[in-house]
């Protein structure tokens, strides 16, 4: 069976540290991976999304960054932190179009 | 490109009453619509889905209807208990990509 596994489960940061939030996928090949954050009672907004190695979409311009370095493993980045980065993020797998999605159980990252 | 409109974005009901929620969509192509379940401060999960070659499906105590000519989609719970206050999501596809509703916060009353 498929599992994803996402971490750390919660981190805390000073404004201006370095970020990088890893997932990686177990039991499947090729699966589209997606970076998602939610802010405190929000919806969920898409950050990135990867179709394969090295793939990488951005939807929304701002400081963070992805990478897809093997097939099954998608890290979200920051070289800065802002407080505005504070937030639950979520990483999420799908075997493709269309299908559900899986999501990681988040990280909830507080920037101070 | 997609567009995904949920209704309402609260709902409280009396347990043992139903509850519905309403999405509709924007783009005629879409064709795979699942919903999510998130309880406070966990991942969301899906809960139910439905293809557009169906317009109704059943799972126990919730179910999904979909009209493609009205492009909406609703979902249904029966027989409400405390353990299904949460946030519900829908979403519509665009290719590979889920499209999401804003989210329905749905409280069960004692």
């Known amino acids: 069976s498929q599992t994803i596994h996402q971490w750390p489960a919660t981190l805390v940061q000073p404004v201006g540290s370095p970020l990088s939030l890893e997932c990686t996928v177990e039991g499947t090949s090729n699966p589209n991976l997606y970076w998602y954050r939610q802010a405190a009672g929000r919806g969920l907004q898409l950050l990135f999304y990867?179709?394969?190695?090295?793939?990488i979409s951005s939807e929304v311009p701002q400081n963070l960054s992805a990478s897809r370095p093997q097939d099954r493993q998608f890290i979200l980045s920051s070289k800065k932190l802002l407080l505005s980065d504070s937030g639950f993020y979520l990483c999420?797998?799908?075997?493709?179009?269309?299908?559900?999605?899986?999501f990681g159980s988040g990280t909830r990252l507080t920037v101070v | 490109g997609e567009n995904v409109e949920q209704h309402p974005s609260t709902l409280s009901v009396q347990e043992g009453d139903s509850a519905v929620i309403k999405c509709t969509y924007s783009d005629s192509a879409s064709n795979y619509f699942p919903w999510y379940k998130q309880e406070l401060g966990k991942r969301p999960q899906l809960i139910i889905d439905?293809?557009?070659n169906v317009g109704e499906k059943k799972d126990q105590r919730i179910a999904v209807t979909l009209n493609k000519t009205a492009k909406h989609f609703s979902l249904h719970i029966t027989e409400t208990q405390p353990e299904d206050s949460a946030v519900y999501f829908c979403a519509a596809s665009k290719g590979h990509q889920l499209i999401w509703g804003a989210g329905t916060k749905l409280i069960i009353k004692p």
């Open positions: 439905i293809r557009s």
């Open positions: 999420a797998w799908s075997r493709g179009d269309p299908y559900g999605y899986t």
């Open positions: 990867s179709v394969g190695i090295g793939q």
